[in-house]
Structure formats: C-alpha cells, structure tokens
C-alpha cells in the first residue's frame, strides 16, 4: 500500500444526534466539516456549551498558536465545557496539543486533560513539520479497523506531544525525536496528523471515530 491508499467508505446510515466541531479562535473547521459531510453526518460549528455537551461526537480541529487559542476558550468558558465532555472527542493538531497541561509554544498552561507536555522539536529539525509521514499503532484501536499498514498521515506541526505510554495509540518519527500521534484517555482522542487531510486512510479513520 502507499499514503494514498485507496479506502471505501460509504456514508453511514445510522441515526446520530448533531456532530459539534468547537467554534474558537483557532482552527481548520471548514475542512473537517466538509469530511464530515461526506459521510451522510449533520454537524454544526458552534461555541454554543448546550450544544457541545449534548453533541453524539465533538471535534476540536486546531492551526493556530496555543496562547491565543487558549485566550480565546477561557473567554467562552469553553476551557470548563470541554472537561465536562462525556461523549467520545476528538482533538485534531493543536486541539489535540491543548489536551495537555502546558505546552511550550508561548510558554501556555492548557487544558490539562492528558499527562505530559507539548514540546518544540529540537533546533536542529526543521520545523514546521510539514508532510507526509509513517505513524505506527502501539495499541489495538477502533480508529484503525480496516486500515492496513503502512499507514501515512499529513502533518503541519513545530510542537510535539509527549505523554505517558498508557496514552499513546500511534506513534510517528520526526527526524531523532519519537512523539506521539494518536492519543487517548476515557473519551479523549487526539491526532497530531489532520485526518481530514490525510487522503482516504484520514477519511477512514474519521469515519471509525465517528462510529465509536
């Protein structure tokens, strides 16, 4: 198989209720959004906390600096709402990040969801991160039924997580720094990659999040 491997995946039938993807100062939304569409799947971009907590599934899409993200949450009061989530959530990039307790890109406490800490690749990388990159599952995952490796992802990122182990579904490499790509703790899921740039095998992993 190659990154741009080749998945079906047919629009879901069963009945969900509204899918949020989080409305803040921060974001890939309109693409996400538009994954989400391809599956047959209602969803609503919205800051709005009755909303988000009442959501079948909340997607936390990120691209953007953590400081001004963070600002922006608290000033909603979204920074409360997001621990209060019960239903599976996803965090894709720097929503993924902000599930930490602090990270280093302007020096930012976070929501302090997961374990560990967000960390800028050493000065001899270069960064951004931008492209394609190999991420290795580490744990057995619905996110990755049917998927086959390898299994290639689109990366655009100068921060990286390090977790604990008992958190890490998928790893990837990045130069000599080894960091975590798919992350979980109860309901919270996060992706380093964007999977909703990340051609069929993102769309099927998407697609597996949604069906949890």
Request: aromatic content about 10%; proline content about 5%.
């Amino acid at each position: 198989m190659t990154r741009e491997q080749k998945i079906c995946y047919p629009a879901l039938k069963e009945n969900y209720n509204m899918i949020a993807i989080i409305k803040y100062n921060a974001g890939n939304v309109a693409s996400v959004a538009n994954a989400l569409l391809r599956f047959g799947f209602e969803c609503e971009i919205t800051d709005d906390p009755e909303k988000i907590l009442t959501a079948d599934k909340v997607i936390f899409p990120g691209q953007g600096r953590a400081r001004p993200a963070v600002k922006d949450l608290k000033r909603k009061g979204l920074d409360v709402i997001i621990k209060k989530i019960k239903n599976p959530f996803l965090g894709i990039c720097l929503g993924m990040q902000l599930l930490l307790p602090f990270s280093e890109e302007d020096q930012t406490e976070c929501l302090e969801i997961l374990e560990g800490r967000v960390k800028l690749f050493p000065n001899d990388e270069r960064i951004p991160q931008i492209g394609w990159n190999e991420i290795i599952p580490t744990k057995d995952c619905q996110l990755f039924v049917d998927i086959q490796n390898p299994i290639y992802t689109y990366f655009v990122n100068s921060y990286y997580v390090d977790t604990e182990e008992k958190n890490i579904l998928a790893t990837y490499e990045y130069g000599k720094t080894k960091a975590a790509a798919i992350i979980k703790k109860n309901n919270f899921y996060g992706t380093q990659f964007h999977p909703e740039k990340s051609g069929g095998i993102g769309l099927k992993i998407l697609e597996n999040f949604l069906k949890l």
